[in-house]
């Protein structure tokens, strides 16, 4: 994909969302964890509920169960940034990105 875009989706309230390839290593070694899962972590951003984060209003947590994480995790949770950029004719236009992602046991 052009600009370092590793792969761009739509979630459920139609807002596009990438992943660069900088961000995809940046999970990686934070969360190796994660290697397997790149087809979970699309599902989870086209599909997974939605919450804001309270301390950070662009920033939304995105989540989605599975059955086969690693270890005891049930969740698979992608951080992902909403802002703007200017297009070349100066027109903000959406530019939102996964930030990180990370395996998580929930219940």
């Given at each position: 994909m052009a600009d370092?875009?590793?792969?761009s989706v739509f979630d459920s309230w139609q807002n596009?969302?990438?992943?660069?390839?900088?961000?995809w290593?940046?999970?990686?070694a934070h969360h190796?964890?994660?290697?397997?899962?790149?087809?979970?972590?699309?599902?989870?951003?086209?599909k997974g509920q939605r919450q804001p984060d309270l301390l950070s209003p662009q920033k939304y947590r995105y989540s989605m169960a599975f059955e086969n994480l690693e270890a005891d995790n049930t969740h698979l949770v992608?951080?992902?940034?909403?802002?703007?950029?200017?297009?070349e004719t100066?027109?903000?236009?959406p530019n939102n990105y996964v930030v990180t992602a990370y395996q998580k046991a929930v219940g």
């Open positions: 370092g875009k590793q792969w596009q969302i990438y992943l660069t390839e900088e961000r290593q940046h999970i990686l190796p964890e994660m290697a397997a899962y790149e087809a979970e972590l699309q599902a989870t951003v086209k992608a951080m992902v940034l909403f802002r703007h950029r200017d297009s100066g027109i903000p236009t």
